[in-house]
């Protein structure tokens, strides 16, 4: 594996033809090496679950970041935050390994108090430096309109950790004693978008993604596989009949994203 990847020519950004396919590209000329960057566990699962199943499946080495411990995610007077931050992130771990992506790292920062700071941004480059991604995946951090805060700024935090500060030895220059490297990725895809412009088809992993969201077993409320598979095809059928363009977007059942070309 580690041989294959080394053999494998670098490009720069310039090259990337923005009109033709970016994961295809990128996995024709770069270590193929993706990190996602989310609020809560769970999030990568619902955003961007079937992407990293793909990516896993084609051979990509994906690394999962969650910045909160998804510690208030519950209705139950009798959990406790502690409790349920260790329970999230042992579901998060069983998602990962079902969708074939590296143990995911948690920051393990209070849910709901994300804040974009230098601390945020410091743990985020330094994972950057670490695993080197050539695609990162995080929320949209400037979508208007409702959005919870903790996505919002983990998105934003993403995107101010990748530039300037990743690539540039200045910025958390302490990485530099642990024998790290600055690095900039090729492209972000960023999730819940209102813009997209990149769709990944997924119908060929839906059941995959199904089996990492339903890990989430805390948030999912004894939903069952075939319900869930159920749901997401009627969804995404419904979506094309009711569609006002006349050409639907393809393919049917899909993960959307914006994409973002990061040039030197
Ligand atoms: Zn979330």
């Not at 409790?83 to 849910?111: K, S």
Request: hydrophobic letters at 35%; glycine letters at 6%.
């Amino acid at each position: 594996m580690a041989t294959a990847r080394t053999r494998r020519p670098r490009i720069s950004q310039d090259d990337i033809d923005p009109d033709a396919d970016l994961i295809e590209q990128l996995a024709a000329h770069v270590p193929m090496r993706a990190m996602v960057v989310m609020a809560h566990p769970d999030d990568t699962e619902f955003a961007c679950g079937g992407t990293v199943s793909v990516l896993c499946r084609d051979g990509w080495d994906v690394q999962i970041v969650v910045t909160t411990s998804g510690n208030k995610g519950t209705k139950d007077p009798e959990v406790t935050a502690q409790w349920l931050a260790g329970e999230r992130e042992e579901e998060q771990r069983h998602a990962a390994e079902i969708m074939g992506a590296r143990e995911p790292i948690f920051f393990g920062f209070p849910d709901g108090y994300i804040r974009n700071d230098d601390e945020l941004r410091g743990l985020i480059v330094r994972q950057i430096r670490i695993h080197q991604p050539e695609l990162v995946i995080t929320w949209d951090g400037f979508r208007p309109g409702f959005n919870h805060r903790d996505h919002r700024l983990t998105g934003q935090a993403t995107y101010d950790a990748i530039y300037p500060a990743a690539d540039d030895h200045l910025y958390y220059p302490l990485d530099k004693d642990e024998g790290l490297t600055p690095h900039r990725p090729i492209a972000m895809l960023l999730a819940g978008t209102n813009d997209p412009d990149y769709h990944v088809d997924i119908e060929p992993v839906l059941q995959t993604k199904v089996r990492a969201v339903l890990a989430h077993r805390s948030q999912m409320g004894g939903r069952n596989e075939e319900q869930m598979l159920r749901m997401w095809r009627e969804r995404a059928q419904r979506e094309r009949a009711t569609s006002a363009d006349e050409q639907p977007i393809e393919p049917a059942l899909r993960e959307s994203f914006r994409k973002v070309l990061l040039r030197r």
